[in-house]
């Protein structure tokens, strides 16, 4: 079936540095990718949807220059926490699609620890 | 990685009760969860069972897990329009930091 790999699974950064997170459907093109972060009480809040060639969508309350999303390729995507800070630790997970027929298939997720 | 498989489409008539089924592979698994995504949102946990439970019941929701074949159910009673969305089943990998996600079943409730 679909595959989705996510990298790292873990990362510890110091403040202040920017952390780069990868997602990649390896054996589907994704033309749709999207990136959540896991919050107390473990529901996953959508951060951003992103098309392949285009600019991504963020959720409202969702800082754009923080958070960067970029979707170069139907089977990759990143998401970078620049000059991150320790409320940013967090797990974040992507998922990917290749349209609403397909399914979505998900990432294992990044363990982000910001000392 | 875990393989988490669901049926992708599911229809039924208000009123009734659904039945949305996981499979898993992973016997090491902790806790297994269910999700909805309504339309435009994030991920909403739904309930949760610890592996050690056959079954947990909030209000509307049944969950049943059958852990020798590894497979997990999400019941609706009464379903009701507002119930369509995306339903994931997910669950946590041995490590305790990893999250294996079903592909998402998707109900459509007919009045």
């Known amino acids: 079936g679909a595959v989705v790999s996510q990298h790292p699974s873990r990362v510890i950064c110091k403040s202040g540095t920017s952390v780069k997170i990868e997602c990649r459907s390896l054996?589907?093109?994704?033309?749709?990718m999207f990136w959540y972060r896991q919050f107390p009480k473990k529901s996953l809040m959508l951060m951003a949807t992103s098309n392949e060639g285009s600019k991504a969508t963020y959720e409202q309350g969702v800082e754009k220059d923080k958070f960067l999303i970029n979707h170069a390729s139907l089977t990759l995507s990143t998401l970078t926490v620049t000059s991150a800070h320790p409320e940013d630790s967090s797990f974040y997970i992507c998922?990917?699609?290749?349209?609403?027929?397909?399914?979505?298939?998900f990432g294992s997720g990044t363990r982000l620890t910001v000392v | 990685g875990e393989d988490v498989e669901q049926s992708l489409f599911l229809s039924v008539r208000e009123g009734d009760s659904s039945v949305i089924n996981c499979t898993y592979t992973d016997s090491s698994s902790t806790y297994l969860y269910w999700y909805k995504q309504e339309p435009g949102a994030g991920l909403q946990l739904l309930t949760y069972i610890f592996s050690n439970m056959d079954m947990k019941q909030d209000q509307r929701l049944t969950v049943l897990l059958n852990k020798k074949d590894k497979h997990l159910s999400l019941r609706i009673a009464d379903t009701q329009t507002g119930d369509s969305a995306i339903y994931f089943c997910?669950?946590?990998?041995?490590?305790?930091?990893?999250?294996?996600f079903g592909t998402g079943t998707s109900l459509t409730v007919i009045p």
């Open positions: 997910a669950e946590i990998g041995n490590t305790g930091n990893q999250f294996y």
């Open positions: 998922s990917a699609t290749a349209g609403v027929l397909e399914g979505y298939t």
């Open positions: 054996d589907f093109q994704a033309t749709t």
